[in-house]
């Protein structure tokens, strides 16, 4: 038995001479008060911020994005110029030394040669014509946006001489420009056939969801069928519908809306399920007997809470528009020269004896790889952005 | 089960209805039928118009019929009262190739064949591929060689499979210096199925199955591992590990076969995904798969050819919807007594 009467002992175990103060727990530094009082679209963006392989991707997207606004400026040459005397020239090396001396960046000269034998053109650079790169030059002359008139570019070939930093094509066109300019459609057809896929998928998804009975049926079948028909071949025959004698720029816009029209399910099913949850809510059960109508309280009152997920998956919508863009026009039914997209580039090298032969006219796959792996990146921050509350 | 079964059935046989009804629509939707292109062009090369000919045609196929007849006509055949008489997509009959001048059925014999053939080994490939990696990637979660799968697949997502295609035929011929294009030696050609024939497939096939395939392996795995991590981080799994369950055993026991549901259910969305794939690939790789001449038949007009190849391969993927919804009934309890619609 232990004596429970002795002296006040030392306690055994440590105790802290600081005065007790009950509320220590609940008080919050500065930081966190910041963000426990930050609204969701802050609480968001600072999550998206510690996703580094997201925001880079983001910053890639934007360089790309805000360049298709320049790119007559940008191209060396432009979209049409022909160099009849370099048909499929090898991409040139900008070089900085010419034997030991530093000179600026520049190209060596091509010398041109017809095999005999084979019939095959060769090129080979000329160490003993080394031509310097001209910046702010004046080159082929564009009209910018359809409205100014100029002939100023970033960079362009040497005075007499050629830039074909990525080669050059069949009738001497330079491919780096080309893909520049095709850049503009490519970048751009994801971003329209979003809007088509987004306004049709809230439309019927929020019909579906909020509504619920026989339209919710009707809807959920129709998505159903639509995914059980494998897309590429419904998007080629759609696009073999075209007429012909459209001009390009309509042939454009029927392409976003084709790529549109099929790939609204994937938001349409993700809105639904949304609604259907959120429809059950207090707030949206009060918005009701309050008298709001259907259409505020599914754009005034539910929209807000699931906007940051449509555009999650918008975003990962995207690269799969892109992509199929690239296949129809590979296959030669989607977008059609003079018109330039990555897909239309990639048609000229369909042939394998092409590939061999000229192997940089599978190039404009580089960017096609890069953009999709962008839009993949920043779609997942953002997609595990979206609920800041987990 | 049974009921299950039978449900899905009935949703299914609506389904393919209205499909077809789509897929006649968009054949139908370019102006002017292909007989009409077929006229202009032999009298552009001063040929005579066999006007017999046509007229037989046009009659047969009902060219001249309103739109819904028309319809109806492909889909059920010819009719006498309520006796059949020929024709009619639903009894096999899939209509007259007027490029090729033959009927349907003998132009695209093989070719659905070995369709059918190559989404298989696709799937399969997929399966035996992804399955094995995401379950490494999932329990070796940020080592190094979850970084390179990952990786691998992330690239594998973005690039556009006939560039794979374009690629390796271009190493191929560097390397090798002969072209991988094809499913069968030359002298098997024309020749109808045989062993020889099936072996030789066999030995072509890996490539354009790997090409195919890889999309959906990037995205199986990635689908995979994302639900196995899902399952792992749950509190059973914490409680067994506790309680001193070998790994192994926790790991296969329950995370892995819950998580295998997506696994199966997927089916659904990687059959539409694997024949999109194999179009442009078998036009890249020129396999006598549906791909190429589903384009050609498209650019032609050719209502018939092209409406039995889109029509086919949505059958494909609706059957294998089909499949993967029993598959799942039967792995998982909760879906076959609740009687629901999948997931």
Redesign the interface.
């Known amino acids: 038995m232990i004596e429970m009467n002795a002296d006040p002992q030392p306690l055994k175990h440590f105790v802290s001479p600081d005065p007790f103060d009950p509320y220590s727990v609940e008080e919050v530094s500065p930081e966190q008060e910041k963000l426990f009082l930050a609204s969701q679209w802050r609480m968001m963006w600072l999550r998206f911020k510690k996703h580094r392989l997201a925001v880079a991707a983001a910053w890639v997207l934007a360089v790309m994005y805000a360049s298709i606004l320049f790119v007559e400026f940008l191209a060396p040459y432009g979209l049409h110029s022909r160099n009849v005397d370099f048909i499929f020239a090898p991409p040139q090396r900008v070089h900085l030394f010419d034997k030991g001396e530093f000179i600026g960046p520049f190209v060596y000269a091509y010398d041109y040669r017809l095999d005999m034998e084979t019939l095959k053109r060769i090129y080979t650079p000329n160490p003993e014509k080394p031509e310097k790169i001209r910046f702010f030059c004046r080159g082929d002359s564009y009209s910018f946006w359809g409205l100014i008139q100029g002939e100023t570019h970033l960079f362009c070939q040497p005075n007499g001489g050629t830039l074909f930093l990525l080669g050059s094509d069949r009738l001497g066109r330079d491919m780096f420009s080309r893909i520049l300019y095709g850049m503009r459609i490519s970048l751009t057809i994801g971003l329209v056939g979003v809007t088509v896929s987004f306004v049709l998928g809230i439309l019927l998804g929020g019909l579906a969801g909020y509504y619920g009975g026989w339209i919710d049926d009707l809807v959920q ?1 129709a998505i ?2 639509l ?8 998007w ?3 696009s ?2 075209l ?1 012909v004698t459209w001009s390009p720029l309509l042939i454009y816009f029927g392409i976003t809306i084709i790529l549109g029209l099929i790939d609204w399910t994937g938001l349409a099913r993700a809105v639904r399920s949304r609604l259907l949850s959120l429809r059950e809510e207090d707030f949206c059960v009060a918005a009701e007997l309050m008298g709001a109508s259907p259409g505020r309280i599914i754009f005034r009152h539910l929209m807000p809470s699931f906007m940051s997920h449509l555009i999650a998956s918008a975003t990962l919508a995207i ?1 799969g528009m892109i ?1 199929g863009e ?2 129809l026009s ?2 030669g ?1 989607g977008i059609r020269a003079p018109i330039v997209s990555w897909g239309v580039l ?1 048609n000229e ?2 042939n ?1 004896q092409v ?2 032969l000229y ?1 940089w006219l ?1 190039l404009p ?1 580089a960017p ?2 890069l953009v ?2 962008a839009f ?2 920043m779609g997942d921050g953002l997609r595990d952005a979206a609920d800041p509350y987990k | 089960m049974l009921r299950y079964l039978i449900q899905r059935l009935f949703v299914m046989v609506p389904t393919l209805l209205v499909i077809s009804f789509l897929v006649f629509a968009i054949i139908q939707a370019p102006p002017g039928d292909y007989l009409e292109t077929m006229i202009a062009e032999q009298q552009s090369r001063g040929e005579n118009v066999d006007q017999e000919k046509i007229d037989f045609l046009r009659h047969t196929y009902g060219l001249d019929q309103p739109f819904y007849l028309q319809y109806l006509h492909w889909m059920f055949g010819e009719w006498d009262g309520l006796r059949h008489e020929h024709g009619g997509l639903i009894f096999g009959d899939m209509g007259y190739s007027f490029e090729y001048n033959q009927p349907v059925s003998v132009v695209v014999g093989s070719r659905l064949t070995l369709t059918v053939i190559i989404s298989l080994a696709c799937t399969l490939f997929v399966w035996l591929v992804s399955f094995p990696i995401a379950v490494y990637s999932a329990t070796h979660q940020y080592s190094f060689f979850d970084y390179l799968f990952t990786f691998f697949g992330y690239i594998g997502l973005a690039t556009p499979s006939f560039l794979i295609a374009l690629i390796l035929l271009y190493f191929a011929n560097i390397w090798f210096g002969t072209s991988i294009g094809g499913l069968v030696d030359p002298q098997y050609m024309d020749q109808p199925m045989s062993w020889g024939k099936f072996a030789s497939v066999l030995q072509h096939m890996w490539i354009p199955v790997i090409v195919i395939g890889l999309p959906g392996t990037a995205g199986m795995i990635r689908r995979l591992r994302a639900n196995l991590l899902d399952e792992l981080s749950k509190q059973y799994v914490v409680t067994g590990r506790a309680k001193g369950l070998p790994p192994f055993r926790l790991l296969v026991k329950y995370p892995l076969r819950i998580s295998l549901n997506p696994f199966i259910a997927d089916i659904g969305s990687l059959l539409p995904e694997l024949i999109s794939g194999s179009v442009v690939v078998s036009v890249v790789m020129s396999l006598p798969i549906s791909g190429p001449m589903l384009l050609e038949s498209l650019r032609s007009q050719d209502m018939y050819l092209a409406g039995s190849f889109l029509m086919f391969m949505a059958f494909l993927t609706v059957i294998g919807i089909f499949i993967s919804d029993l598959a799942l009934a039967m792995l998982d309890p909760r879906i076959r007594f609740g009687a629901g619609s999948g997931k």
Do not use: K, Y
């Not at chain 1, 995914?227 to 419904?234: A, E, N």
């Open positions: 079948r159903e069928i995914r059980s028909i494998p897309h590429l071949p419904l080629l025959a759609l073999a519908i007429p690269p992509l690239t296949a590979f296959l039914l990639l090298a369909q394998i590939v061999a192997p599978m796959m096609v790889v999709v792996l993949n990146f």
